[in-house]
């Protein structure tokens, strides 16, 4: 499966809520900062995002702290976006909520 066009990459993005297109060394990538009261929270989404990534068998790259937690989503084995990277960022989205 090819890495999704840039016009693509924006149709798709409209679909999802307010993850961030980015190009980085010409790869695109989904990223998204989430804010939590605490590092308690924090921890608690970043283990229900885990458990989606097992699932899925998709897994991004996850850093967080007191109070926050980011998330960047790509497919590395086509350097860029595909639609399950869309997939997984709204099933992360549902965890936020």
Same mark, same amino acid.
């Given at each position: 499966?090819?890495? &999704? *066009?840039?016009?693509?990459?924006?149709?798709?993005?409209?679909?999802?809520? $307010?993850?961030?297109?980015?190009?980085?060394?010409?790869?695109?990538?989904? *990223?998204?900062?989430?804010?939590?009261? $605490?590092?308690?929270?924090?921890?608690?989404?970043?283990?229900?995002?885990?458990?989606?990534?097992? *699932?899925?068998?998709?897994?991004?790259? &996850?850093?967080?702290?007191?109070?926050?937690?980011?998330?960047?989503?790509?497919?590395? %084995?086509?350097?860029?976006? *595909?639609?399950?990277?869309?997939? &997984?960022? %709204?099933?992360?989205?549902?965890?936020? %909520?």
């Amino acid at each position: 499966m090819p890495a &999704l *066009t840039e016009s693509s990459i924006q149709e798709l993005n409209n679909k999802i809520k $307010n993850w961030n297109v980015v190009k980085e060394d010409q790869v695109f990538k989904l *990223t998204k900062y989430f804010k939590f009261e $605490n590092f308690e929270k924090s921890l608690s989404f970043i283990n229900q995002v885990s458990i989606i990534a097992e *699932t899925e068998g998709h897994h991004p790259d &996850l850093s967080f702290g007191w109070g926050y937690a980011n998330i960047i989503i790509f497919t590395h %084995a086509v350097k860029g976006l *595909t639609e399950s990277d869309f997939i &997984l960022a %709204a099933k992360i989205d549902q965890v936020s %909520a």
